[in-house]
């Protein structure tokens, strides 16, 4: 299943990138996560794993997340290591004229059940999650402006 919402902030990508890696900051502008947790010693860099109390659908999973590429300002990638979220995901930060920043936020996950799960995260999940995602990163752009 392939997702990808973006918005544009009134902030320059330091600052956006500030505020997205403020790990236990994300439940203020995430609309689906509960609480956030960093695993690791380290809080910066490939390596660094959180999990995220999620709901999904009404349903609390614990999804916990790898980061697999780190390039501030400019790129967050995690890898999804949960038994029912499993997949890839990233924040894309593109800086943009007059100190405007876009951010692309894209995730592709593997839906568990096969090609009943396919089916059902393509005509159900697919929607919802859209929707959420594009709330979150609303949320998100307004959170930034306000501290930046």
């Known amino acids: 299943m392939w997702l990808s919402v973006e918005v544009e902030v009134a902030a320059p990508p330091p600052v956006v990138w500030g505020v997205?890696?403020?790990w236990e900051r994300q439940p203020e502008w995430m609309l689906d996560a509960r609480a956030v947790e960093v695993l690791t010693p380290q809080r910066e860099g490939e390596g660094v794993t959180i999990r995220c109390p999620t709901?999904?659908?009404?349903?609390?999973?614990?999804?916990?997340?790898?980061?697999?590429?780190?390039?501030?300002?400019?790129?967050?990638?995690?890898?999804?290591?949960?038994?029912?979220?499993?997949?890839?995901?990233?924040?894309?930060?593109?800086?943009?004229?007059?100190?405007?920043?876009?951010?692309?936020w894209w995730e592709e996950i593997d839906p568990p059940l096969?090609?009943?799960?396919?089916?059902?995260?393509?005509?159900?999940?697919?929607?919802?999650?859209?929707?959420?995602?594009?709330?979150?990163?609303?949320?998100?752009?307004?959170?930034v402006e306000s501290t930046g």
């Open 20 to 22: 997205l890696t403020a």
């Open 55 to 104: 709901n999904l659908l009404g349903v609390t999973v614990q999804d916990v997340m790898r980061v697999t590429d780190w390039e501030p300002p400019r790129r967050l990638a995690v890898t999804h290591l949960g038994r029912v979220i499993t997949g890839t995901g990233a924040f894309e930060l593109d800086e943009l004229d007059g100190g405007r920043t876009r951010v692309t």
């Open 114 to 143: 096969g090609r009943l799960g396919a089916f059902g995260a393509r005509v159900v999940v697919l929607p919802v999650v859209r929707r959420i995602f594009a709330r979150s990163l609303r949320r998100f752009a307004a959170l």
